[in-house]
């Protein structure tokens, strides 16, 4: 993995969680920041993205309204923002940098080792 990603965990439904992202060298003005998130038994799906040099979020249609994405340049980090999770949110989370505003998983050059989101109801 050429990204780092902070530990997910055990939460209970309704209750919030943030991911974070980072890497040793400086991401660029040109990036593009994801985040994708893989169920049991499902094919890996996009969550979110936002461009590293401006605020510009998109969302899927499950998580908009309860996931935010942010990034942070102080701290070289990007961040996805968990709220009101559901047990339907139970995966595991992968973040990604690319240089297309794109949520195709084959746009995104760099990823993160992933790390497992449990929901309980």
């Known amino acids: 993995a050429q990204l780092l990603q902070s530990d997910g965990g055990l939460v209970q439904a309704g209750e919030s969680l943030r991911l974070s992202c980072t890497r040793p060298?400086?991401?660029?003005?040109?990036?593009?920041m994801a985040w994708f998130r893989q169920a049991p038994r499902k094919e890996r799906e996009f969550v979110a993205l936002?461009?590293?040099?401006?605020?510009?979020?998109k969302y899927a249609d499950s998580v908009k309204g309860r996931f935010t994405v942010s990034t942070e340049s102080a701290k070289n980090t990007f961040y996805l923002q968990m709220d009101n999770l559901k047990p339907d949110d139970t995966a595991i989370y992968y973040c990604?940098?690319?240089?297309?505003?794109?949520?195709?998983?084959?746009?995104?050059?760099?990823w993160g080792q992933g790390t497992q989101v449990t929901v309980s109801s």
């Open positions: 990604a940098i690319g240089s297309q505003y794109s949520t195709a998983q084959s746009d995104y050059f760099a």
């Open positions: 060298l400086r991401f660029f003005s040109s990036h593009v």
């Open positions: 936002t461009r590293w040099s401006r605020n510009s979020p």
